[in-house]
């Protein structure tokens, strides 16, 4: 009696198991009608290996599933006024969400996109008018990944649609500085992007109208991160959001967002400061210092 028993409960256990997996899958697979396939954007310089390992690392397993685009030389001219000659390579899946979704960045090998962050690709986005969507970036091969920008401009620029040109430049623009200022000395990818996360901010808030108004904002913010940067860095700051405020891109409208990359930003720079490994590291090289003096003294 007791094993007939136990035997029902295993078959209604995988039933429900069953059951449970199918709506599951049914779920992942079904088509959002509202919003339409997700868009792919491969870049033009890859071969077909490569891009069959870019679907792989963007989950693309069916091709009739997402709707695909090129994005060239041309395009990255176009959109983001890179070099018409350059070879494309970083490649986007775009998947259009609900009012409220918010904008979700991914980069899915993040050791192969070197300059830029996701971060950076959520402030430069934003200033273009790209909400409610989530992006994933890849490439096989180590690229800056200006291109996946291009080719996210490209995606929200068909069927119809078109993103502003103004906001789209001074995007780029604001893109630019990003990568150009976490280049020097005593900067990093996420100060630099938590400098102009906190720049956007303020500006939601005090509504600056002066360009002096603009650039006192920014010089708070720079002083309140405890940055050192050249007053040509400030003009060039002071001068793209001066801009942005021209364009009259309303950030309060994204505030949520921005808070939301703000405390993305914290969270990284809190797990390298929490990372025992990080400061074992530290510890060890010191360390090393002290021993190297001592042997050097010990020798005389």
């Known amino acids: 009696m007791i094993k007939r028993f136990t035997s029902i409960i295993a078959v209604l256990v995988m039933m429900l198991f069953s059951f449970s997996t199918s709506v599951l899958a049914s779920n992942d697979d079904s088509i959002d009608e509202k919003n339409g396939v997700p868009r792919v954007v491969f870049g033009d310089a890859l071969s077909d290996s490569q891009k069959q390992k870019v679907r792989e690392l963007l989950d693309v397993t069916d091709d009739s599933a997402v709707q695909e685009y090129i994005v060239t030389g041309k395009d990255l001219a176009n959109y ?44 430069a986005l934003l200033t273009a008018g790209v909400e409610n969507a989530e992006v994933d970036v890849a ?70 109208v002066t360009k002096e108004e603009v650039e006192q904002i920014v010089k708070e913010q720079i002083d309140s991160l405890n940055i050192q940067l050249s007053e040509e860095d400030i003009a060039a700051l002071t001068d793209l959001f001066n801009k942005m405020k021209d364009l009259n891109i309303d950030f309060s409208k994204v505030s949520s967002q921005l808070e939301d990359i703000a405390k993305s930003i914290k969270d990284r720079i809190a797990e390298v400061a929490n990372d025992p490994g990080f400061w074992e590291g530290v510890k060890s090289f010191f360390i090393s210092i002290i021993d190297g003096l001592k042997n050097m003294f010990a020798s005389e």
């Not at 259009?96 to 402030?123: C, H, P, Q, S």
């Not at 502003?164 to 900067?187: F, H, P, S, W, Y």
């Open 80 to 123: 983001i006024d890179g070099d018409p000659s350059s070879n494309m390579y970083s490649s986007a899946k775009i998947t259009r969400k609900d009012n409220g979704f918010g904008l979700v960045i991914n980069i899915v090998n993040d050791d192969n996109i070197t300059e830029v962050t996701k971060e950076m690709y959520a402030n």
């Open 139 to 208: 490439s096989p091969v180590k690229v800056s990944g200006h291109s996946a920008l291009a080719g996210i401009y490209k995606a929200f620029n068909v069927d119809g649609e078109s993103l502003d040109q103004g906001r789209m430049e001074v995007a780029n623009e604001e893109l630019d500085i990003a990568t150009e200022l976490a280049d020097k000395e005593g900067m990093d990818q996420e100060k630099v992007s938590e400098l102009l996360t906190t720049i956007k901010q303020q500006i939601s808030e005090q509504d600056p």
